[in-house]
């Protein structure tokens, strides 16, 4: 395997905060996707997203696939934020690819901002005013 499909929802995204590990460690922008309906996601901190599969009250989430090279992967997940882990994520096609997720300990007690359907959209309404609060 030379590389992985690697599917991210925040601070990895194009433009982004941490982009700049995505491009260190060579990896390609692909598409712009979304999850399955069955998905969870938290703002931690204010600072960056956490998302969860749940049986019950998931929505689907916008994220980004990304083409990452095989030996790039550890130094993207080792300038993570503690919590944050690789997991499998169904996509609204039924593929599944590797994906950033946030562990459970992480969102206990976080905002929970699934109704805005992803990370970009959040930090819009945050940037806008529309949302309160630095969580």
């Not at 998302?51 to 689907?60: N, Y």
């Not at 562990?103 to 007690?109: K, R």
């Amino acid at each position: 395997m030379t590389s992985v499909l690697l599917a991210v929802n925040g601070t990895l995204m194009r433009g982004l905060e941490l982009n700049g590990n995505m491009v260190a460690a060579k990896a390609r922008f692909v598409k712009e996707a979304r999850t399955a309906a069955c998905y969870r996601l938290w703002s931690i901190e204010g600072r960056h997203p956490a998302m969860q599969k749940v049986a019950t009250g998931g929505k689907a989430i916008d994220l980004e696939i990304w083409e990452v090279p095989a030996n790039g992967l550890a130094g993207i997940l080792e300038q993570e934020p503690p919590g944050l882990c690789i997991g499998k994520i169904e996509l609204s096609d039924g593929e599944i690819v590797l994906g950033v997720l946030g562990e459970a300990m992480l969102c206990d007690g976080q905002k929970e901002i699934t109704g805005f359907g992803g990370w970009r959209a959040y930090y819009a309404a945050k940037e806008t005013g529309t949302v309160k609060g630095s969580a």
